[in-house]
Nanobody, 128 residues
């Protein structure tokens, strides 16, 4: 069983930065594609960024492109989300998600339904 634990959320002023981290307890982390999702109050959960098992392929939602950076350290079983130039509309609970990849292709996944494991979420609040 894989457990994902997010950390790094908090309250920040608009224009500020936060770095979220997600630690995996499972084995073979390097075989997992990972993603960050978020859910704002009253809204559906949405993809923020995704990264392939190798880190060679990444995806960003248009709303965060150029401001957020997803990265991973397979030696430390972690995936991170660096968030810069934060806006009040970035306020949400952020979730880390992962799924095993049975391919050597460096692919990422954008849909919630494609992920098997989820963290408990971490709150990010951006004040104006």
């Amino acid at each position: 069983q894989v457990q994902l634990v997010e950390s790094g959320g908090g309250v920040v002023q608009a224009g500020g930065s936060l770095r979220l981290s997600c630690a995996s307890s499972g084995r073979a982390f390097s075989s997992y594609a990972m993603g960050w999702f978020r859910q704002a109050p009253g809204k559906e959960r949405e993809i923020v960024a995704a990264i392939s098992w190798s880190g060679g392929s990444t995806y960003y939602a248009d709303s965060v492109k150029g401001r957020f950076t997803i990265s991973r350290d397979n030696a430390k079983n972690t995936v991170s989300l660096q968030m810069n130039s934060l806006k009040p509309e970035d306020t949400a609970v952020y979730y880390c998600a992962g799924r095993l990849v049975y391919s050597s292709r460096s692919i990422y996944y954008r849909s919630e339904s494609e992920y098997t494991y989820w963290g408990q979420g971490t709150q990010v609040t951006v004040s104006s």
